[in-house]
Nanobody, 117 residues
Framework: QVQLVESGGGLVQAGGSLRLSCAAS????????VGWFRQAPGKEREFVASIGWSGGSTNYANSVKGRFTMSRDNAKNTVYVQMNSLKPEDTAVYYC??????????WGQGTQVTVSS
């Protein structure tokens, strides 16, 4: 199994920045990619960004492109998302997910990000 633990959430003002971390443990050798998703109250979960574990290729939702940047540290089995120029609409619970090749197999418990006006 793979275990994921998110950290770094908090309360910031619009225009501020946060960096979220996702630490993976367990059978990390099986990880193909790691993604971030978010879910705001009353809304469906949405994709935010992802990164390939080996090659480091990244993908971003249009809503965060240019503001969020993903990175990884394979030695630490940790991925990050640097979130800049935060907007109130970024407010959500952010979840880290890991894929072993098909779908998103493992999920963290989430970390709250709140952006005030």
């Amino acid at each position: 199994q793979v275990q994921l633990v998110e950290s770094g959430g908090g309360l910031v003002q619009a225009g501020g920045s946060l960096r979220l971390s996702c630490a993976a443990s367990g059978r990390t050798f099986s990880i193909y990619g790691v993604g971030w998703f978010r879910q705001a109250p009353g809304k469906e979960r949405e994709f935010v960004a992802s990164i390939g574990w080996s090659g480091g290729s990244t993908n971003y939702a249009n809503s965060v492109k240019g503001r969020f940047t993903m990175s990884r540290d394979n030695a630490k089995n940790t991925v990050y998302v640097q979130m800049n120029s935060l907007k109130p609409e970024d407010t959500a619970v952010y979840y880290c997910a890991a894929s072993t090749g098909r779908g998103w197999d493992y999920w963290g418990q989430g970390t709250q990000v709140t952006v005030s006006s």
